[in-house]
């Protein structure tokens, strides 16, 4: 029997790789998506709505605050796996609705654990926790590992703080196979575009195209630990197959500043990033995670996962994606003003 799974965010960037690697080893996904007054499953149409592909895929309406919906499909569609990766994402939005993000990140969370919990009567189900190197904020030591003390530096990092303790209570109080992934910066070609690396991707191949003019940022200084969302996801999956629920820290193990990618991304187009970028403090957030940098030894060697993707790479990946995005911009602009 082929197994089940229930993805949080699977309109997200992770989720529907995610989504990706499940219908690709033979699962029957189940994807929890909000209700919006315009589409939201952009990421992840092409698995949906292609009608040659026999794909066992269903998506759900549903919110993480709503923890009795959650609860009742969770019952109802009796997943193997729940992968919980919906959140307010965004560290700097987190600032302004530190509320609303504790809901989704936090509450939501256990949410998720408590149908687990439910349905862990009824059968057995595991649960991956979308944890983040965001928990370590003012790092205490580097680089982090599993056991390095957290220091979070936001609304969001005290949430998934709560939701990555909440984890282990729930697996450690319940016998529920329940596990956290510390993930680093994990980027692609599907990343939100208000992160810095897609918007430095979006702004270079739209500048190149003449499109736009200034890219305004914030502090490039800091460091980030970046890979390919496209790797992160199997780890998330290799963590649900272990034969006993653990923690793991998930990284490439190498650490760039935010102008580092800048020039990989301007030089790739053969312009100078200093020709086109200006500082904008609105990009400052009220307190700053300098550094971060991930030791995924333990990775390595349970899982036997490694990143496959250096940050050159995913630059690559994701300009030369954004040039074209850029180039069908221009095509459809020149369009409309010659008809
Ligand atoms: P993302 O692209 O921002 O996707 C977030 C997903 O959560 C979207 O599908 C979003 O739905 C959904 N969502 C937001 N609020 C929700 C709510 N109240 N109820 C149900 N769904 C909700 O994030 P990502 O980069 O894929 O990250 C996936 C997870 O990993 C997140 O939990 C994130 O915090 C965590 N994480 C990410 C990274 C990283 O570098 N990417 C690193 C560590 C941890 P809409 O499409 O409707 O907005
Ligand atoms: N977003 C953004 N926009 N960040 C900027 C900008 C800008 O214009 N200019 C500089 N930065 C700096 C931020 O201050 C931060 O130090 C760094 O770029 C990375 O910012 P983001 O790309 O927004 O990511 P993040 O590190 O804050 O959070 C991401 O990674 C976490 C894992 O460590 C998110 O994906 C989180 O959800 C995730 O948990």
């Not at 654990?113 to 983040?132: D, G, H, I, M, T």
């Not at 810095?196 to 502090?219: D, E, F, H, S």
Request: net charge negative; glycine share 6%.
């Amino acid at each position: 029997m082929s197994k089940s799974a229930l993805i949080t965010g699977i309109t997200g960037q992770d989720g529907s790789y995610l989504a990706e690697l499940l219908l690709e080893k033979g699962y029957t996904v189940h994807g929890l998506v909000r209700r919006s007054s315009t589409f939201s499953t952009e990421r992840i149409d092409h698995i949906y709505r292609d009608p040659h592909e026999k794909t066992q895929m269903y998506l759900h309406y549903g919110d993480l605050t709503d923890g009795q919906a959650l609860t009742n499909l969770t019952l109802d569609v009796e997943p193997d796996e729940i992968y919980n990766l919906g959140a307010q994402s965004h560290v700097r939005v987190s600032f302004d609705q530190p509320v609303y993000t504790l809901q989704t990140v936090g509450v939501g969370a256990l949410n998720v654990l408590e149908a687990a919990r439910l349905l862990n009567k009824r059968k057995p189900v595991r649960v991956y926790q979308a944890s983040s190197s965001e928990m370590f904020g003012d790092v205490i030591e580097t680089p982090q590992k599993e056991t390095t003390p957290f220091r979070p530096q936001s609304p969001y990092a005290c949430a998934k703080v709560y939701a990555f303790h909440q984890t282990i209570n729930y697996r450690e109080s319940y016998d529920l196979f329940a596990c956290n992934g510390i993930l680093f910066n994990h980027e692609s070609e599907r990343r939100g575009e208000t992160f810095v690396t897609r918007k430095i991707t979006r702004a270079a191949g739209r500048i190149k195209m003449g499109l736009q003019k200034k890219l305004y940022l914030g502090n490039l200084d800091a460091k980030r630990d970046w890979g390919y969302a496209k790797d992160y996801v199997k780890a998330m999956w290799l963590i649900l197959q272990q034969e006993q629920p653990e923690d793991f820290v998930i990284a490439t193990g190498e650490t760039q500043t935010v102008r580092s990618f800048l020039e990989l991304v301007f030089q790739q187009l053969d312009l100078d990033y200093r020709d086109y970028v200006e500082i904008d403090p609105r990009y400052f957030r009220p307190a700053e995670v300098e550094l971060l940098l991930g030791d995924p030894s333990k990775a390595k060697e349970k899982l036997g996962w490694t990143a496959e993707t250096d940050l050159r790479e995913l630059a690559r990946i994701m300009t030369e994606h954004d040039l074209e995005l850029a180039r069908r911009e221009a095509h459809a602009e020149n369009y409309v003003t010659s008809k």
